[in-house]
């Protein structure tokens, strides 16, 4: 039989807000945290609005010198992991430290930086002047690296790139690392910093940004007719999974259970979703056995819902498939429609707020729904008016990526 897995903590640096209370209040209230962008100028950009992290000081989670070496996604992982790791009390016991990973999430990795020294030496006079740190802080596994540094975490530890899916195959590697007993507790989550010049520009060429840029804060709008494309967000997230008899031996108080995972791939796209849900579906229905639960004990999903044209309704088109008449009785939440989409940060951001609605016995609004795809079924719970108040037992946390990657996570209260 698996051992059980347990959240004993979680921490959040993100669009709309850097901490647990504040990200949590601003959904109840249904904000939106997206605005022009203020990182760079974004005048001769077809998109000028994101959803970016206010009111961050890296310095109050690191030493100074690392915060100038390293890229703003170590930053974002470095202050959530913290978070988790202080409200769990892990490290407030003595534990075998080589029994204690870390999985983190990234889709880009240091892109900031790697943009910034290569615009140092294409407008020098060639001569290469990069920084002793540039390799290390561009690389997507350093952000594990330092947490485990920081930490002294000797257990397992490396990072999972699937783009969009990178953060829920984090947490689903932890999951079943902790099962087969190469671990006690993982740090798992994922960060990503993508709000620059290149980034936005290669979403823009691609056509998967909204331009909606007279009116950032309902650009972001999921299932609505007009959607016109993602609102790129940043940040980090992490959550502390241990396995039940340890957290319960040191005395952890347990947040929620990690009942169960799975990723698949669409095999069909580069960019484009499945236009039939087939790989999004099969996501959903190996987490479900997984997690040894039927479709009717599952209340809440916290779907992918980017606010792209063809993603939203091929993820409507899976869960139909997988929960039938049931789905009536199911609240879909599209939470990225308030923190824009944080790519390979989005799904640790969203288990996270999963695992808050179990919490709380809540279901976040998705707010910019003004008119609602008439391609969608009109009996869907999209939690379009308002918070919903019910008891929550069991959420299903779908993210997906470029590539045709799927990752489908599912916590469920904890008795």
Not at 40 to 47: A, P, Q, R
Not at 186 to 194: E, K, L, N, P
Request: glycine fraction near 10%; aromatic fraction near 8%; hydrophobic fraction near 40%.
């Amino acid at each position: 039989m698996n051992k059980r897995v347990v959240v004993t903590g979680m921490g959040v640096i993100s669009p709309l807000g850097n901490s647990l209370n504040e990200l949590w209040n601003n959904l109840m209230q249904g904000k939106s945290s997206a605005g022009i962008i203020t990182k760079f100028d974004s005048y001769k950009f077809k998109t000028h609005i994101a959803c970016e992290v206010k009111n961050f000081e890296a310095h109050d989670y690191m030493d100074h010198k690392d915060v100038r070496k390293f890229d703003p996604y170590c930053h974002y992982a470095i202050a959530s992991a913290t978070q988790a790791l202080e409200q769990s009390g892990l490290l407030k016991n003595e534990i075998d430290k080589t029994k204690v990973g870390v999985i983190w999430g990234s889709g880009n990795g240091g892109i900031s930086t790697f943009e910034k020294q290569m615009k140092e030496y294409y407008h020098g006079d060639g001569t290469p002047k990069f920084s002793p740190f540039f390799m290390a802080a561009i690389l997507n596994d350093m952000a594990s690296g330092l947490i485990s540094i920081k930490y002294g975490l000797m257990g397992i530890n490396y990072t999972t790139v699937s783009a969009c899916a990178s953060a829920n195959s984090a947490i689903i590697e932890a999951l079943n690392n902790i099962r087969a007993g190469k671990a006690n507790a993982i740090v798992a989550g994922g960060s990503d910093a993508a709000i620059t010049e290149a980034c936005i520009g290669g979403f823009n060429a691609c056509k998967a940004l909204s331009q909606r840029n007279s009116e950032p804060e309902t650009a972001s709008r999921p299932f609505d007719k007009h959607r016109d494309g993602f609102v790129m967000g940043e940040g980090g997230a992490a959550l502390i999974l241990e396995e039940r008899e340890f957290a319960l031996k040191r005395g952890a108080t347990i947040l929620a259970e990690v009942a169960g995972g799975a990723m698949s791939a669409d095999a069909f796209h580069i960019t484009q979703t499945h236009p039939e849900g087939l790989g999004a579906k099969l996501s959903i229905v190996n987490a479900l056995a997984d997690a040894n639960l039927k479709i009717n004990e599952i209340d809440c999903i916290n779907a992918h819902a980017t606010s792209t044209p063809v993603g939203d309704l091929s993820e409507i088109s899976a869960i139909e498939k997988v929960f039938g008449e049931h789905i009536k009785n199911i609240a879909i939440t599209a939470t990225k429609s308030m923190t824009g989409h944080l790519l390979g940060a989005a799904g640790a951001l969203e288990s996270v707020i999963s695992v808050l609605s179990i919490l709380n016995n809540a279901v976040p609004q998705t707010i910019n729904v003004f008119e609602k795809d008439e391609r969608i079924n009109p009996t869907l719970n999209l939690s379009t008016l308002s918070t919903q108040y019910k008891t929550i037992n069991s959420v299903l946390n779908n993210n997906f990526g470029f590539g045709g990657h799927n990752a489908t996570v599912i916590f469920k209260k904890y008795n």
